[in-house]
């Protein structure tokens, strides 16, 4: 789960991160009140969930009260269209009012974790501002890392390093160590999945800020961090993967297809969509039913996939381990006889009870499915389907 | 034999629930021995005859369990394989999904200077054909006593594999599933290893999946390799920077790519399967190809 840039600001000041002074506003008129607290100026930032906002006209510079109420009049409200978004954009119903700093230097920090190792990794670079992914690809030696060892958690000496190795010493050196140190706990205590600051500035003054923060959690990690996931903004995330994830069904996700998929398992429901391709179609959507394990929600998920007006029709590919085909099967015929998804659906069964399961939909005599013996069998029926062909 | 798992595998299943006992009779009835269930505060009953213990220490004393098979729900999974490792169990198999990271992080800390090997989480688990010795959740019908060995990420592209495979009379060894977390114990460069060393494997479908780099860590392993390995990478068609049900599937970075996992691999040696439903006659051919079937 993601959050905006004022809350991950929020959160990074409660551990101690220094970051500039503002707030968030929701009107033009409250931009203009928080310009004047401080000092006539401020600069005006859309919070939506990407990057690339300065680019997108979702960020500007206010140099009187009133032109930061003109600047929020205008950011407010809008959908806010960047490379990271898709052409629909997303809406803009909050803009962070912060003063106007003047920087000297930008550097590059985050957390992350590193799989290979098994630990969180800080990543710092005295190219801050930049695209870190560039970077990486471009100049890799540009880029210093400090593993976080959970054996005795983040030692000063790490934080030493990275602050002499992207140049923060002299007076900058106890401010960056403190810094990093506050990052990494922040990080952990609030199980971050990516925690970026970027950039940390120095300002002209001396001081070091978080000019900008990225913060999500692991998604794994939601049932105990509470008071984060209360922030969550359900207008920066896809309708259909909101119900989804209210129906209990973590793993959906919208594509731009018209071949529904319903799937159990990530793997097979990753190659699912990659059989469909080969078949030549193109998928809706990706759907793990994960551990749900019920007709009536599986029925839910039909629904939901049956639901995105591109879907011409739909397969059911399940290889039952945990997953019983019989329990798959009643939801299918459940999801028809009560009209809950009308497209053409495909039907293959195989794995745990698959006897039972194949008995089930054979004894449905009212109910139209379309059934598939194996992987490339579904593939190609439900791509014939999708164009109407029998 | 295959790897890991044998006739002498004494199997205790922690988290003794609705899906650890249903696992727990289709193993029995496979021919595993399952010799203990832990669930705390039941410690005593019998459930489908199988003896439950408060701690696996005690399963371990009493019943000499030497493989461990975790149900516990996430929010206690990651305790549940410290305290099987505390406990001495040389093999423990997590199928839990939905482990927070960060409690990985602490577990694969302590895996790192234990003896004890981890598989997973969130995996199928680890299946030895001949030695009818299951320790998963992996449907025992569609497999079939052969040479081919099958290691994946994901569980439900094992069966689907296996399946394929036994359709062409092709048989296998045993079936490997490393997990689809972002931190898992075995890696799938270790499971090839396990399967290269095994004198009943004589070749090895990998399946991987998009994200993270282990793939690539496998190709530099497959350079070195005598057996045949055919590899799918599942997620070709995924969308950059989403995360596709597994933790450990979303492409972040140019290496995260299907396209970049298979260059690696194709490199090293192995034969690609780009369609999903070629994977067992595209193995079928590679084995004809070495003299092998």
Known sequence: MKLHEYQAKELLAQFGVPVPKGRVARTPEEAEAITIELGGSSVIKAQAHTGARGKAGGVKVAKTPAEAKAHAAAILGMQLVTHQTGPAGLPVSAVLVEELVDIEREIYLSVAIDNTPGMPVIIASAQGGMDIEEVAANTPEALFKQHVDPACGFQPFQGRELAFAVGLDGPLLGPATQLIGNLVRAFMESDGAIAEINPVVVTKDGRLLAADAKFSIDDNAEYRQKAIVEQRDRSQEDDRELDAHDHGIQNYVALDGDIGCLVNGAGLAMATMDGIKFAGGEPANFLDIGTANNPEAIAAALRLIGSDPKVKAVLVNIFGGLARTDVIAEGVILAKREGMISQPTVVRLSGTNVDLGNKILDEATDVELIRADGFADGARKVVAASRGEK | ?293
């Open chain 2, 1 to 293: 034999m295959s790897v890991l798992m044998n006739k002498d595998s004494r199997v205790v299943i922690q988290g003794f629930g609705g899906a650890g006992q249903r696992e727990a009779k289709t193993s029995i009835a496979y021919g595993t021995q399952v010799v203990a269930g832990v669930t705390p505060g039941r410690g005593g009953q019998t459930i489908e005859d199988v003896p439950i213990y408060n701690t696996v220490v005690e399963a371990v004393e009493q019943h000499q369990a030497n493989v461990s098979l975790i149900f516990v729900p996430a929010p206690f999974a990651a305790d549940a394989i410290l305290e099987a490792e505390r406990a001495g169990v040389p093999l423990i198999i997590c199928i839990t999904e939905g482990i927070p990271v960060l409690d990985m992080v602490k577990v694969k800390r302590v895996m790192k200077n234990s003896t004890s090997r981890l598989i997973g989480p969130n995996c199928p688990g680890v299946i030895s054909v001949a030695d009818r010795s299951r320790a998963g959740i992996m449907p025992v019908d569609v497999y079939l006593e052969g040479n081919v060995g099958v290691i994946s990420r994901s569980g439900t592209l094992v069966y689907e594999a296996v399946d394929q495979l036994s359709r062409l009379g092709i048989g296998q060894s045993g079936s490997l599933g490393v997990g689809g977390d972002p931190i898992i114990g075995t890696t799938q460069r270790e499971a090839l290893e396990l399967f290269e060393a095994d004198p009943d494997t004589a070749a090895i479908v990998l399946i991987g999946e998009i994200g993270g780099t282990a793939e690539q860590e496998a190709a530099e392993y497959i350079k070195t390799m005598k057996k045949p390995v055919v590899v799918f990478i599942g997620g070709a068609t995924a969308p950059p920077g989403r995360r596709m049900g597994h933790a450990g599937a979303i492409i972040s970075g140019a290496a995260g790519t299907a396209s970049a996992k298979q260059a690696a691999l194709r490199a090293a040696g192995a034969t690609i399967v780009e369609n999903p439903a070629d994977i067992g006659s595209t193995m079928q051919a590679v084995l004809k190809q070495h003299g092998l079937a």
